[in-house]
């Protein structure tokens, strides 16, 4: 799927609402956690519409390929490619990337949780090493730490609406497909 406009991009992220997290753990609002995300880049990233963006639509690939869990970042990262460019699909692709090269330098997690899968690992050396040399590591990093304290209990993200501006001023920053020709 390619996102070919906001109000498509906008059905999208309503959409997420109040779904459960797949992981069968604690209650979850993809759609307030994208909002919490998206505000937390807002406030410390303020010039970056970019990366904040990316925080408010790196989720979505949940409902794109619902069963997959490892494909659902590259999902969302091409179906938002063509509406929203590169940079946003390239933070929203190293999403599971910044999660597993900051897996090693997390504290102690608040309950047990099962052996990690291969996409929730620790990064090799020779993998953070790679990922270091990334031009969007630090920004990518700093979407994960967002979206991990976006996850806190009763932090407002606003509403969706206010992020059409943004995102109407990215679309249209895109060159259509063919146009350049």
Not at 74 to 98: F, I, T, Y
């Amino acid at each position: 799927m390619e996102l070919r406009s906001v109000e498509e991009l906008m059905d999208l992220l309503h959409a997420c609402r109040t779904r459960s997290d797949p992981g069968g753990g604690d209650p979850f609002d993809p759609h307030e956690h994208a909002l919490r995300t998206a505000a937390l880049l807002r406030r410390s990233r303020p010039a970056d519409k970019e990366l904040q963006v990316a925080g408010l639509v790196h989720g979505i690939g949940r409902l794109l390929a619902p069963g997959d869990l490892d494909g659902q970042a590259d999902e969302a990262a091409d179906a938002v490619r063509p509406l929203l460019g590169e940079r946003v699909s390239r933070l929203v692709r190293l999403h599971p990337s910044a999660r597993r090269y900051l897996a090693p330098r997390r504290g102690p997690r608040a309950h047990p949780a099962p052996a990690p899968s291969r996409r929730e690992a620790p990064m090799t050396s020779a993998e953070a090493a790679a990922f270091e040399r990334e031009p969007l590591a630090d920004d990518a990093v700093a979407l994960r730490q967002a979206d991990e304290a976006a996850k806190a209990a009763g932090m407002e993200g606003g509403v969706l609406e206010d992020w059409r501006t943004v995102l109407e001023m990215l679309a249209s920053r895109q060159v259509p497909l063919g146009a350049a020709d």
